[in-house]
């Protein structure tokens, strides 16, 4: 007898249809499993066997041909573990289900019968949610992830057992529940990170990371040792704006997808990623690949920031492969083993020291570097690279006496009130870009309304600065958020100027 049961494996994030052909006559007894499984799926005969036996039905002695369709798509994973045992008991006449092509099937079967879950339902389920009569069934403990869809009908259980009965009752009708989907209440928004009232001082490094906030902007802090650098970027996260409800689900399909998120413990990204991998890591840690092509660090930044301390110690290569990211949003990694697109929009943060001993910029602290030293460290960092970076700001070192005041600083909260009116003033300008960092150069021009005088300025400026044409949109894209900031809906002089100081550091030293 012939059954086809309907099941997803995952490219990337992406939930492929797969349809699990099982064909079982009479004859001599055998099994044979094709389509490019994995070492996991051929395994899976093993398993599947001895859960069936566990509920006291018999699915071997006959002639059995499975195929995994499409056949060119290479299989990972266990699964396909319940969509082949449901199959096998089907074909071999064990059960009966009305319209079995009504469910699809995911989950890794024990021996013992018992469902244990898996990556990636989140994928699935949002590739199924305009399909209103479909019912997913899953292990128990994905049904969280699933419900974040909303109106898909789900179905947990926790054991073959339990499914077969449900199947046999046809009681999946009434017992399918109807995913609630995302609801923004129950979020938990933790923002465990520094707050910026605790750093004195550093009024201009807090002024930059502002507009970095605002307009999703890349950014690098250049400092002697100790400066504050890395303190003032770990407490980007407290004024970054929340993430939509789109956003949410994007993370935390990437989470999922990685691995990255159990599902005993499971829970959204509701906060902005922020990502600070140390500067030991290899290209494929950063941007993903490895022998089951899964994501890097920047993809895990989806949405958020990722942060490079000590820029210059990085792998060259590792740091020339987010170049491409940085501009198009997505890494596409192709290997001998197969090619995955991986979602990859983040804020490009970073921080180094000015020179090998760290003190060029320190006036009290001489430099003892050689030049060519100096000029080696900084080439360390191309000019492509800088060249997509859109606030180079030096971070110079606090003085003293300024410990001893007693007024606080403005906290993340107030700070955090201006970024997100900004962003809101972005969104309202246009829907097709998530902030002014994604404006293609077209919009930039468009929505930054210059008069001639001011738009002449930029071009003089940008022609004696040699920035690149790459540089001048970004230097546009920073003003329209500096006008942003102050509520403005023309960009004026003023907002270049400011724009033009974060372009300048390179220059000056």
């Known amino acids: 007898m012939f059954q086809r049961i309907r099941t997803y494996c995952l490219s990337g994030i992406q939930a492929i249809p797969v349809s699990v052909e099982v064909d079982s006559s009479p004859g001599l007894p055998g099994f044979t499993l094709v389509g ?29 041909t499975v195929n995994l369709s499409p056949a060119d798509l290479r299989k990972e994973g266990a699964s396909l573990d319940l969509p082949l045992a449901i199959g096998l008991l089907l074909a071999s006449g064990e059960i009966s289900v009305r319209e079995p092509s009504r469910f699809v099937f995911l989950g890794e079967l024990s021996l013992d019968g018992l469902l244990k879950p898996i990556h990636g339902v989140l994928s699935v389920a949002m590739t199924l949610k305009n399909e209103r009569e479909t019912v997913l069934v899953i292990p128990k403990e994905n049904l969280k992830e699933a419900s974040l869809v909303e109106n898909l009908k789900v179905l947990g259980v926790s054991s073959l057992a339990e499914c077969v ?21 129950s979020l938990e928004l933790n923002y465990d990170s520094p707050d910026f009232a605790d750093v004195v001082g550093m009024e201009g490094v807090k002024r930059a990371l502002e507009i970095a906030a605002a307009g999703g902007h890349n950014f690098l802090l250049i400092g002697s040792p100790g400066a504050g650098k890395t303190l003032c970027a770990r407490c980007l996260p407290g004024i970054l704006p929340e993430m939509s409800d789109e956003e949410i689900l994007e993370s935390t399909r990437i989470h999922s997808c990685a691995r990255f998120l159990k599902a005993e413990e499971f829970r959204y990204i509701a906060t902005r990623p922020f990502r600070a991998p140390h500067h030991s890591a290899s290209m494929v840690a950063l941007i993903g690949g490895g022998a089951r092509l899964l994501p890097g660090e920047a993809s895990l930044a989806h949405n958020g920031v990722l942060f490079l301390d000590e820029l210059p110690e990085f792998n060259r290569m590792a740091l020339e492969s987010l170049r491409e990211p940085m501009e198009a949003g997505v890494i596409t990694i192709s290997r001998a083993s197969g090619r995955v697109e991986w979602p990859a929009r983040f804020m490009m943060g970073a921080a180094m020291n000015p020179c090998p001993c760290g003190y060029a910029m320190d006036a009290k602290k001489g430099c003892r570097c050689l030049p060519e030293a100096k000029k080696r460290y900084r080439e360390r960092v191309s000019g492509p690279l800088l060249d997509r970076i859109d606030l180079q700001v030096s971070v110079p070192p606090v003085e003293p006496e300024k410990f001893l005041q007693k007024k606080l600083a403005e906290t993340s909260a107030v700070i955090r009130k201006r970024v997100v009116a900004a962003r809101n003033i972005q969104t309202n300008r246009t829907k097709e870009f998530r902030c002014n960092a994604d404006l293609t150069s077209k919009a930039v021009v468009e929505f930054s309304k210059m008069d001639f005088v001011t738009e002449r300025f930029a071009i003089n400026a940008a022609d004696r600065m040699t920035l690149s044409a790459r540089g001048y949109y970004r230097l546009l894209k920073v003003a329209r958020t500096i006008a942003d900031l102050r509520g403005s809906e023309v960009v004026e002089i003023p907002d270049l100027a400011e724009a033009l100081q974060y372009r300048m550091l390179r220059r000056n030293e």
């Not at 001895?50 to 002639?63: C, N």
């Not at 009752?169 to 609801?183: W, Y």
């Open 36 to 64: 490019l499984p994995d070492s996991a799926v051929r395994e899976s005969r093993e398993r599947v066997v001895s859960a069936v036996r566990s509920i006291g039905k018999v699915v071997t002695g006959f002639r059995t």
């Open 165 to 185: 009965n449900a199947l046999i009752d046809d009681s999946f009708s009434g017992g399918a529940l109807s995913a609630p989907g995302l609801h923004r209440k």
